[in-house]
């Protein structure tokens, strides 16, 4: 009988360091983002358009070298108000000017400017929205500032300063980061403030840990899906405030082009020639609408709650 058993049993060695192991699969946050994005076919093909319209948005006006002040022969008839043709793919303008060049060049401008603003409202708004958020001395003035400024017409400010400032790239950033900020620091100061007193930042503070240290590794990481949502609505707001401004004549000035400027100078011909109008506003509609999708889908796949 005490034979059967040795044969149906064995002893198995003691080791200490297996108890430590955890069976269970590593998992790796930006790994779980990216396959989390990859899943939805049509947000990649969405993607891979809007990187191929950004690209060459970059690359196509420094072969064209188009120069909005070039006027080809402004007397001669037969080159202004051709319609779409190989040699002119969008036609030319009342000025002879090829359409096609102009529109790129537009749209490079528009998504420079976009996307500088957006980073640096988007910088400044969480680095000071979080420590506005975490600080309650700091929350008392801070607020009275936001006050002040969000009662302020943006379009108002933004003609003062333009007239003050000039036209011009640096000028027209300045204008559009001046008091944007200061809207997603607001955002973000009332997201912290809702986690800022749960009991593992409580528990963090008793034990001594910095304000800053608390910030970076307590709160911000549970913002990062909220972060992602809201620069994915900045891009495309920023692009569209960049043609808006330029539609009134108060953004890149006549010697820089820009879809917002197209806009205005061809509305008096949306009648008699509609294409000059229709193709920089379809631009325009193409570069927000896939910059939005494409920014929430990232929003949605850097929320944990969708990873599997």
Same mark, same amino acid.
């Given at each position: 009988?005490?034979?059967?058993?040795?044969?149906?049993?064995?002893?198995?060695?003691?080791?200490?360091?297996?108890?430590?192991?955890?069976?269970?699969?590593?998992?790796?946050?930006?790994?779980?983002?990216?396959?989390?994005?990859?899943? %939805?076919?049509?947000?990649?093909?969405?993607?891979?358009?809007?990187?191929?319209?950004?690209?060459?948005?970059?690359?196509?006006?420094?072969?064209? /070298?188009?120069?909005?002040?070039?006027?080809? %022969?402004?007397?001669?008839?037969?080159?202004?108000?051709?319609?779409?043709?190989?040699?002119?793919?969008?036609?030319?303008?009342?000025?002879?000017?090829?359409?096609?060049?102009?529109?790129?060049?537009?749209?490079?401008?528009?998504?420079?400017?976009?996307?500088?603003?957006?980073?640096? %409202?988007?910088?400044?708004?969480?680095?000071?929205?979080?420590?506005?958020?975490?600080?309650?001395?700091?929350?008392?003035?801070? &607020?009275?500032?936001?006050?002040?400024?969000?009662?302020?017409?943006?379009?108002?400010?933004?003609?003062?300063?333009?007239?003050?400032?000039?036209?011009?790239?640096?000028?027209?950033?300045? &204008?559009?980061?001046?008091?944007?900020?200061?809207?997603?620091?607001?955002?973000?100061?009332? /997201?912290?403030?809702?986690?800022?007193?749960?009991?593992?930042?409580?528990?963090?503070?008793?034990?001594?840990?910095?304000?800053?240290?608390?910030?970076?590794?307590?709160?911000?990481?549970?913002?990062?899906?909220?972060?992602?949502?809201?620069?994915?609505?900045?891009?495309?707001?920023?692009?569209?405030?960049?043609?808006?401004?330029?539609?009134?004549?108060?953004?890149?000035?006549? /010697?820089?082009?820009?879809?917002?400027?197209?806009?205005?100078?061809?509305?008096?011909?949306?009648?008699?020639?509609?294409?000059?109008?229709?193709?920089?506003?379809?631009?325009?509609?193409?570069?927000?609408?896939?910059?939005?999708?494409?920014? /929430?889908?990232?929003?949605?796949?850097?929320?944990?709650?969708?990873?599997?």
């Amino acid at each position: 009988m005490e034979n059967n058993k040795n044969e149906l049993f064995t002893f198995a060695e003691f080791d200490e360091s297996k108890s430590e192991h955890i069976e269970a699969p590593r998992y790796s946050y930006w790994k779980s983002v990216w396959r989390t994005f990859v899943r %939805n076919k049509f947000t990649v093909a969405v993607c891979i358009f809007m990187l191929i319209v950004v690209v060459f948005s970059m690359i196509q006006p420094i072969f064209s /070298q188009y120069d909005p002040m070039y006027m080809p %022969n402004i007397n001669d008839a037969t080159l202004k108000f051709l319609g779409p043709s190989s040699q002119h793919l969008f036609g030319t303008d009342n000025f002879g000017r090829d359409v096609f060049d102009a529109c790129w060049a537009g749209a490079k401008n528009s998504l420079i400017i976009g996307f500088v603003c957006t980073l640096i %409202n988007m910088i400044l708004g969480v680095v000071i929205g979080a420590i506005w958020g975490f600080s309650k001395k700091m929350d008392r003035w801070m &607020i009275e500032i936001y006050n002040v400024i969000s009662n302020v017409p943006f379009l108002l400010l933004a003609m003062v300063l333009s007239y003050v400032l000039g036209s011009g790239f640096r000028s027209l950033i300045f &204008i559009m980061c001046v008091t944007n900020w200061i809207y997603v620091a607001y955002f973000i100061r009332t /997201q912290v403030m809702i986690i800022r007193d749960r009991e593992y930042n409580l528990a963090s503070r008793c034990l001594g840990t910095s304000t800053w240290t608390m910030i970076t590794k307590n709160i911000l990481p549970y913002l990062i899906s909220v972060i992602m949502t809201y620069t994915a609505r900045e891009i495309p707001a920023n692009i569209s405030y960049e043609v808006f401004l330029s539609f009134l004549g108060l953004g890149l000035g006549q /010697q820089n082009a820009s879809l917002g400027r197209m806009i205005s100078q061809y509305t008096t011909y949306m009648n008699a020639y509609p294409h000059l109008f229709w193709i920089p506003v379809s631009i325009l509609a193409v570069i927000s609408i896939s910059l939005y999708i494409v920014g /929430q889908a990232l929003a949605d796949a850097s929320d944990p709650r969708t990873h599997r």
